[in-house]
């Protein structure tokens, strides 16, 4: 399979064909499929590195696209909404989207968006030497060589994203982390006041590590600033 195989699932079908005439001399080799099903079926049989989804789709809706892809792999997906539409956005991350990108959008920002996604998923082809060494703070053990994150033990599943926001945080731990970096390492963006989504990540990474609001939480927020990864004797101090 080549390395830079993309799969475009979009009902409009003009839309498509620009985007895969634009993504082509970037180096990325396109595939286009124009309706829910199909594209399930699409993402599920073939061997993409990324998928580019749209919400509003024919026969099953992006979402549903989203849930079933999610049950089956961790390939990264991109979701298209429309511009305005914050409750897509939220929706689409809560159930396993990397991204969204809001329509109509660049070319180029599809590209930039498509690039930084596949960085932070570890497409982007580091050497092994390159690779950070393993880090474990109390139960939990991060190591970004397999990108295998283990809980008591236990192998945890995360997306691209919240495997990075993970690192970033247990590397820090014990230290507050702003938004604005965790957005800057983790986003691979500039950061926005208006821009929601690494709450949200943090929020799904909280859950699977079975975080609530007591002071047992091993991710903390700083109110204003950002948040702190609880070393295992600050555990039950609150901030």
Same mark, same amino acid.
């Given at each position: 399979?080549p390395?830079?195989r993309?799969l475009v699932?979009?009902?409009?079908?003009?839309l498509?064909?620009l985007?895969?005439?634009f993504?082509?001399p970037e180096g990325?080799?396109?595939?286009?499929?124009?309706?829910g099903? %199909?594209g399930? @079926?699409?993402?599920? %049989?073939?061997?993409? *590195?990324?998928i580019?989804?749209d919400v509003?789709?024919?026969?099953?809706?992006?979402?549903?696209?989203?849930?079933?892809?999610r049950?089956k792999?961790?390939?990264? =997906?991109? *979701?298209?909404t429309? &511009?305005g +539409?914050?409750?897509?956005?939220?929706v689409? *991350?809560?159930?396993g #989207?990397?991204?969204y990108? /809001?329509?109509?959008?660049? /070319?180029? +920002?599809l =590209? #930039?968006?498509?690039?930084?996604? *596949?960085?932070?998923s570890?497409a982007g082809?580091k050497?092994?030497? @390159?690779?950070p060494?393993?880090? &474990?703070?109390?139960?939990? +053990?991060?190591?970004? %060589?397999? &990108? =295998? =994150?283990?809980y008591k033990?236990?192998?945890?599943?995360?997306?691209s994203?919240?495997?990075n926001l993970? @690192?970033?945080?247990?590397?820090?731990?014990?230290?507050?982390?702003?938004?604005?970096?965790?957005v800057?390492?983790?986003?691979?963006?500039?950061?926005?006041p208006?821009?929601?989504s690494?709450?949200?990540?943090v929020?799904?990474?909280?859950?699977?590590l079975?975080?609530?609001d007591?002071?047992?939480?091993?991710?903390?927020?700083?109110?204003?600033v950002?948040y702190i990864?609880? &070393?295992?004797?600050?555990a039950?101090?609150a901030l």
């Amino acid at each position: 399979m080549p390395l830079d195989r993309i799969l475009v699932i979009d009902d409009d079908v003009e839309l498509c064909s620009l985007v895969a005439e634009f993504l082509g001399p970037e180096g990325f080799q396109v595939d286009t499929v124009h309706d829910g099903k %199909a594209g399930l @079926e699409r993402a599920i %049989a073939g061997d993409y *590195l990324l998928i580019v989804l749209d919400v509003m789709l024919p026969g099953m809706n992006g979402f549903d696209v989203l849930r079933r892809i999610r049950d089956k792999s961790k390939v990264p =997906v991109l *979701l298209l909404t429309a &511009r305005g +539409e914050d409750v897509d956005r939220i929706v689409g *991350l809560e159930i396993g #989207a990397d991204d969204y990108l /809001p329509k109509p959008f660049n /070319p180029r +920002e599809l =590209v #930039a968006r498509i690039r930084a996604v *596949l960085r932070r998923s570890g497409a982007g082809g580091k050497s092994n030497s @390159e690779v950070p060494e393993p880090v &474990r703070i109390g139960e939990i +053990e991060l190591d970004p %060589a397999t &990108r =295998v =994150v283990r809980y008591k033990g236990k192998p945890l599943e995360l997306t691209s994203v919240e495997f990075n926001l993970l @690192e970033v945080l247990l590397r820090e731990a014990g230290r507050v982390v702003t938004r604005e970096r965790l957005v800057d390492a983790v986003l691979n963006r500039k950061f926005s006041p208006f821009d929601r989504s690494i709450d949200m990540h943090v929020s799904k990474l909280r859950k699977k590590l079975g975080d609530s609001d007591n002071s047992s939480d091993h991710i903390k927020t700083v109110r204003g600033v950002g948040y702190i990864f609880a &070393r295992p004797r600050e555990a039950g101090h609150a901030l």
